[in-house]
């Protein structure tokens, strides 16, 4: 009796084509599917969905910030580290260094901003030059030659300062390495870009109080 109930129990043995077997019709509605064809969701379920895909929210300048240090460390690292033992002259690594820091800038960091915006400009604010075809990739070469020359005179004034203290001269206590190098980079980078931000609200309350009442 008891062999007969587990029997009765027992389920049915799947055939090896039923577990494979494709779902066409589920396929088919989530190729075809649109906005006409898809059931509504609130936008309060899509913001769940937005939210998990973006991880950390971190404000604008913090990602301006981070990105300008990560690219220029980038470029310090493939140029001066990377080219540095085959170019003899300083004066030329420094050189070749702003050329590719100024590609790199106009190319990646640039379109990087533009494409994590929304809306699309809204990230033009952390850059000196914004892209604009090609007119922008030779300005933003010779911008990075303004920045290297600082750079290269902010490690001079650390280096004097630091030989200074510790009746060392000639030795170079503080070398080159990315990470320092791209906070140098981002650092007058950015003070450029607020200099000019603040020149235009000083040009633009000029405008508004000369216009009259």
Not at 1 to 25: C, D, H, N
Not at 102 to 130: C, Q
Not at 161 to 168: E, G, K, S
Not at 192 to 209: N, Q, V, W
Request: net charge positive.
């Amino acid at each position: 009796m008891a062999k007969k109930k587990r029997q009765i129990g027992r389920e049915p043995e799947k055939s090896v084509a039923e577990y494979y077997r494709l779902k066409t019709k589920a396929v088919d509605d989530l190729v075809n599917a649109t906005e006409e064809n898809s059931p509504p969701v609130s936008k309060q379920e899509l913001r769940k969905y937005r939210s998990a895909v973006s991880g950390v929210k971190m404000a604008g300048w913090v990602k301006a910030v981070l990105i300008k240090t990560w690219m220029a460390g980038i470029v310090c690292y493939f140029f001066i580290w990377g080219i540095g033992m085959y170019v003899q002259d300083q004066l030329d690594l420094l050189m070749v260094t702003a050329a590719a820091l100024g590609f790199v800038t106009d190319i990646i960091t640039n379109n990087i901003f533009r494409f994590i915006a929304k809306p699309e400009n809204a990230n033009d604010r952390w850059m000196m030059i914004p892209p604009k075809k090609f007119v922008s990739l030779p300005l933003n070469v010779l911008y990075a030659f303004a920045v290297m020359f600082c750079v290269a005179q902010t490690y001079n004034l650390v280096n004097t300062v630091i030989a200074a203290v510790n009746h060392t001269e000639g030795a170079a206590a503080l070398g080159v390495e990315p990470i320092l190098f791209g906070l140098f980079a981002m650092g007058w980078d950015m003070l450029f870009i607020g200099a000019k931000r603040l020149f235009r609200r000083i040009l633009a309350d000029a405008k508004s109080g000369a216009r009259p009442s």
